[in-house]
């Protein structure tokens, strides 16, 4: 049984206007991130020397280029979902918090399809 | 902020600091930071892409002791945001709220984001 009246419940989801949906997707993409970053992290310590030539090879291979793909995506998804709380919690007058929203939103995108793009260009 | 009679709960400067509480901030500021480790690591895909000469100049930067330091950062606070993370999905599932469960698992937080990072580094650079 819900303690919430019906009226609450339409009118609800609580401040962010979109019930547990944001904390949801900030989990899922958390837990998609622990493997991702394993497996970045241990990629990359083993290429800090490397040549052009090592390096683009590596990107080449089609396994490399997905799991880049993913990391990448996942990794900014979940910072503009973070991002996003900081901006909530942190600013308080309506302008300056739907204009940050924007910037934020703005920004990872197009750092996200940025990188999307350069890593298709090298794999493909 | 409407302005409001009601009393207001203590703040930050009443408690004295623990280590739930750095953490906690310690989470928030790793992840501001590893979002400035985003943007480095699209530089760096798409010096890739571009060519030899850009690929050189990342890496030259980056070899620096400026660039040394970033990177350091960068590690560290992608092992702590990882190893912090990891215990905020237990907290999800409802394990380890205990005060001695989580003052257990703060440290186990600490000492893993520390050999982790300098795992990274010694395979990575030799040195630590």
Known sequence: ???????????????????THHWW??????????P??????????QMTRADYEVVINWMNSPIVAVLMLLFIITGIY??????????????HSEGSKV????????????IGTTASFSILKIAL | ???????????????????????????????????????????WIIAIATGPDAYDQFRNVMSSIVGKVFLFGFTFSLMLHMCNGIRH?????????????????????????????????VIGYGII
């Open chain 1, 1 to 19: 049984m819900s303690l919430r009246s019906p009226l609450g419940k339409v009118r609800g989801l609580g401040s962010a206007k979109n019930g």
């Open chain 1, 78 to 91: 979940h910072l503009k979902l973070g991002l996003q709380v900081i901006i909530e919690d942190y600013i």
């Open chain 1, 36 to 45: 991702l970053t394993i497996w970045f992290v241990s990629s990359i310590v």
């Open chain 1, 25 to 34: 997707m900030q989990k899922v993409s958390a837990v998609a991130l622990v």
């Open chain 2, 89 to 121: 999905l237990f907290w999800d599932i409802g394990k380890g709220f205990d005060l001695e469960d989580s003052r257990r698992s703060s440290k186990m937080v600490i000492f893993f984001s520390v050999v982790l990072t300098a795992i990274s580094w």
């Open chain 2, 1 to 43: 902020m409407p302005d409001t009679k009601r009393p207001l709960s203590p703040h930050l400067q009443v408690y004295s600091w623990s280590l739930e509480m750095a953490l906690s901030i310690f989470h928030r500021a790793t992840g501001v930071a590893l979002g400035g480790g985003a943007l480095l690591i699209t530089w």
């Open chain 1, 99 to 110: 204009l940050l929203q924007m910037l934020v939103t703005f920004s990872c995108v197009v």
